[in-house]
C-alpha cells in the first residue's frame, strides 16, 4: 500500500491511480438503448445504478463523445438491459466489436410500442423516460424515471472486473 | 419472463419490480466516510461509479434520511473506501451493525491531514472534494472530484449481489 502522503505528492497522477483502483471494481455490464425519433442505438455501459425508489429512478453515465450520447440528449425514453452472464458476446458486440445497426444481429432484441429497442432475453430490461440530464467533464449524467421493468428467472449477471468477464459467486461457495 | 404490455398493465407495482430486477444486480461494496468539522460518519454504500477522468471524478448516491447525508451537505471532502472481499465484517458494522463511532472499531481505520476517515487495509481509498450535489427523489447525488488514491495489490472486491456477500470470478475459472 502506498501512502497518501506519497500520493498527494504526485497529484498529476491521479487519473493514473483512479483508473488502477477502478480496475478492481467489479461491475454489472448493461446494455444502455436509446432512440429520438430517427436513429436508435446501443452501447455497453457499466456506470449505471439506482438513485430513488420514490419515484422508482437510476442514473447512466455516458460518454459525451459517443454516438449515445447524441441520442440520449434528444431521446424521451430509454431502456437498461442487464446483461445475463451468458451475453458476453452482446457486451462485446455492444463496446465496439459491431459497428451501427449489425449490433443488433448479436443477441435477442425486440423493439417496444415506441420502437426502441430492448434485449428479450436479458436478465433484465428497465424502460425509463428521461428525467435529467447533468454534464460534468467528458460525461453526462442522464436521469431516467423508470416506467417499465421485464425480468426473468436468472439472477447472474454479466460482470466485469480487472479487465475481464466475470461473474458474482456467493462467498460461502468460493472460500 | 413476463411481457412488457401486462408490466406496463400495472404500473402502480413498478416500484416493486424495479427492487426485484435491482436484487439481480451485483455491486461493489464501498463504505463513503465523511467529516464535517464536529462530525465524523461513515456508511455503506454500493451507489457508486465512475464519472469522468477529466477531471477523475466519480458519483455517489446517498439517502436523504441518514447522517450521512447530512454530514455531506455541508462537508467539503468525503472518501469512497472500497472493501476487499475479506472485509464483510465492516460493510455490516456501517450498513447498521454498529452505530456512531463503535462503527470505526471493526477494521484497521486512520485519519488523514484534516481527520477525514479512510480504511488503510480497504482494497483501494478514494478521496475526493466535494464539486456538486444533485437532490432527486429520496437521495442526493454527490459528485466528487479525485485528489488522492491509495490501493494496494488486492483486486478481490467484496461485492452485494441477490440479498448476500458474493465475490468475482473469471468465467472461464466458473464455467
Known amino acids: 500500500m502506498e501512502s497518501a502522503a506519497n500520493a498527494i505528492g504526485s497529484v498529476p497522477d491521479v487519473a493514473a491511480r483512479f483508473k488502477a483502483a477502478l480496475r478492481g471494481v467489479a461491475s454489472t455490464v448493461t446494455v444502455v438503448?436509446?432512440?429520438?425519433?430517427?436513429?436508435?442505438?446501443?452501447?455497453?455501459?457499466?456506470?449505471?445504478?439506482?438513485?430513488?425508489?420514490?419515484?422508482?429512478s437510476l442514473v447512466v453515465c455516458i460518454n459525451r463523445s459517443t454516438l449515445l450520447h447524441d441520442i440520449l440528449t434528444s431521446a424521451r425514453r430509454f431502456c437498461v438491459n442487464i446483461l445475463d452472464e451468458s451475453q458476453e458476446p452482446v457486451s462485446v458486440a455492444f463496446s465496439g466489436g459491431l459497428h451501427g445497426d449489425n449490433r443488433f444481429a448479436q443477441g435477442s432484441w425486440s423493439r417496444d410500442q415506441d420502437g426502441l429497442a430492448y434485449l428479450a432475453d436479458a436478465q433484465a430490461n428497465i424502460f425509463c423516460s428521461k428525467a435529467a440530464a447533468m454534464p460534468y467533464g467528458t460525461h453526462t449524467l442522464f436521469i431516467g424515471e423508470v416506467t417499465d421493468v421485464r425480468f426473468g428467472e436468472s439472477v447472474s449477471p454479466l460482470l466485469y472486473h480487472n479487465a475481464a468477464y466475470c461473474t458474482s459467486l456467493p462467498r460461502s461457495v468460493h472460500l
Chains 1, 2 share one sequence.
Do not use: C, K, N
Open 33 to 56: 438503448t436509446a432512440l429520438d425519433g430517427e436513429r436508435h442505438h446501443g452501447m455497453t455501459a457499466t456506470a449505471f445504478m439506482s438513485l430513488s425508489m420514490e419515484p422508482p
